[in-house]
């Protein structure tokens, strides 16, 4: 009998790969070592050379490039993993980005163009994403993005995030409802601050991140692994009855709020 945290056989995307300091690159490293075949996306062409020499790290996964706004690299994503295996069990978006300005300032003072554009990559991608999967997952699968705490309570300095965050968990709920009868599972990973370069761009993000460590009840930041194995677990047998999860990987962090 396979053990139900196996993923042998399992295939599927990764989307948001930067460096080795991603999310997605925890989870493409964790999804390999339980032995699934994964595909790793990158945003821009100016990361390809921090990527690349990343690859025998997560099992020497197949790197494509894919900026979600471009319908033609999002298309050729999905038609490379249709070709490849004939299906995806797994999709991860591992994406967010609101311009510095707008994510800097309050939201009452967010303009309508950084507030769209934010919507669009860290939310309505998401949603594309997984409309391209839908016809991939024929036996059921598993989608996955990225949240935090500051989508449900306001967290100083998080800003224009958090309003994106709460739409992107409301859509992983209704995605849920929606794909559940075809046996696709979607969940919403938070973890807690980490040092990766997207939080990097919030403004005193290192002051939470010490928050984090010192107030935590587990007393440490969440790791890109530790995000990796939830992802694992929820892709696997081990997770089959469990969608529609706001899930927290965050050393309790958010108990202290």
């Given amino acids: 009998m396979e053990h139900p945290f196996s993923l042998a056989g399992k295939v599927g ?6 460096n080795e300091n991603s999310i997605a690159f925890g989870c493409a490293q ?19 050379r921090f990527v690349t020499p990343l690859k025998a790290a997560m099992g020497d996964p197949e790197l494509m490039l894919c900026d979600v706004q471009d319908d033609q690299q999002l298309d050729a994503l999905f038609a490379r993993a249709k070709e490849k ?18 994510l ?3 939201v009452v003072d967010c303009s309508r163009e950084g507030f769209s554009l934010a919507m669009d990559i860290s939310c309505h991608s998401f949603i594309r994403m997984a409309k391209q999967a839908e016809p991939l997952m024929p036996d059921g699968g598993t989608l996955f993005n990225m949240s935090y705490y500051g989508a449900e309570k306001a967290v100083d300095n998080y800003n224009l995030m958090g309003p994106v ?15 559940g009868p075809k ?23 290192e002051a939470l991140a010490v928050d984090g460590e010192t107030r935590s009840p587990l007393r440490r930041l969440a790791t890109v692994q530790d995000v990796g ?10 997770g089959r009855v469990l969608t529609g999860l706001t899930h927290y990987v965050d050393a309790g962090h958010h108990l202290r709020f």
């Fill in 183 to 205: 046996g696709i599972r979607v969940h919403a990973i938070s973890p807690g601050p980490i040092r990766t370069r997207a939080a990097s761009g919030l403004k005193e993000f």
């Fill in 13 to 18: 995307i990764v989307a948001g790969l930067a």
């Fill in 85 to 102: 295996w004939g299906r995806v069990d797994f999709v991860v978006h591992s994406i967010a980005f609101a311009p510095l300005d707008d």
């Fill in 30 to 48: 964790a999804l390999s070592q339980a032995g699934a075949d994964v595909l790793v996306t990158y945003g821009t062409p100016k990361a390809e």
């Fill in 165 to 179: 965050k709460a739409a992107l968990e409301s859509t992983t709920r209704y995605l849920a409802a929606e794909l």
């Fill in 229 to 238: 194995h939830a992802v694992v677990y929820l892709s696997a047998d081990a």
């Fill in 104 to 106: 800097h300032g309050r």
